[in-house]
């Protein structure tokens, strides 16, 4: 069974604007990753944040983590064409990451 | 160095028949794991493969579904009997660590298409 929620399902956004999407969850975690994938086919890792850390920044990327909500987000900022994909969010816990269902986002030009 | 490797890349079979799928881990990986994906859905676990421990089979849906991995090289996801329901994406990955814990490092995957 899929451990994390993410919302919005689907995302539009302009060029240059900031995409952010949400990560629920229901059980404990040891960590919170987040993955991208183009064209339906194979994952590429983007980050992980672990439970005692509450913030991570990767170039564009910024996540947080409130494990006492439950939730994460994913911060893209000045998006880029090549960033449309759907982003999936993975809770980790023991050998298993649970993934989502994701969020697709489309960066118009 | 190599990433994972999969194939076939794509696979279109009639339904009632066997297929397998081949999955190549990055070298020294001692971990593996196959997905399954429907269109539009998110990642389903199917099973796990650490080094020379007994897989974690607790995701295959059917007695159709079986996969082996010999040491901590090359693994095969078998589906007998296919029905059209087993159309989905199948994607393998690896990790050098325990993989909840860990990035996973994944392939192309195996579009399975079963007519």
């Known amino acids: 069974s899929q451990q994390g929620e993410e919302d919005p399902q689907a995302l539009s956004i302009q060029e240059g604007e900031n995409a952010t999407m949400n990560c629920s969850y229901k059980?404990?975690?040891?960590?919170l990753q987040w993955y991208r994938q183009n064209s339906g086919r194979g994952l590429v890792h983007l980050i992980l944040?672990?439970?005692?850390?509450r913030e991570k920044h990767s170039g564009r990327l910024r996540v947080t983590l409130d494990t006492s909500k439950k939730s994460s987000s994913l911060l893209i900022t000045a998006s880029r064409a090549a960033d449309t994909a759907s982003y999936f969010c993975?809770?980790?816990?023991?050998?298993?990451?649970?993934f989502g269902a994701g969020t697709t986002v489309t960066v118009r030009a | 160095g190599a990433g994972v490797s999969q194939s076939p890349s794509n696979k279109v079979t009639e339904k009632g028949k066997d297929v397998e799928l081949r999955c190549d881990p990055i070298?020294?990986?001692?971990?593996l794991y196959w997905y399954r994906q429907r269109l539009g859905q998110g990642l389903e676990f199917l099973i796990y493969?650490?080094?020379?421990?007994?897989?974690?089979k607790s995701g295959l849906p059917s007695d159709r579904f079986s996969a082996e991995r010999t040491g901590e090289s090359v693994s095969t996801l078998t589906i007998q009997r296919t029905q059209q329901e087993d159309s989905a994406v199948y994607l393998c990955?690896?990790?050098?660590?325990?993989?909840?814990?860990?990035?996973?490092?994944f392939g192309p995957g195996t579009r399975l298409t079963v007519l």
């Open positions: 990955a690896s990790t050098d660590g325990t993989g909840g814990y860990n990035e996973q490092f």
């Open positions: 059980t404990s975690i040891n960590n």
């Open positions: 944040i672990r439970s005692n850390e």
């Open positions: 993975a809770t980790g816990y023991d050998y298993k990451l649970s």
């Open positions: 070298s020294g990986h001692t971990a």
């Open positions: 493969f650490q080094g020379n421990s007994a897989p974690d």
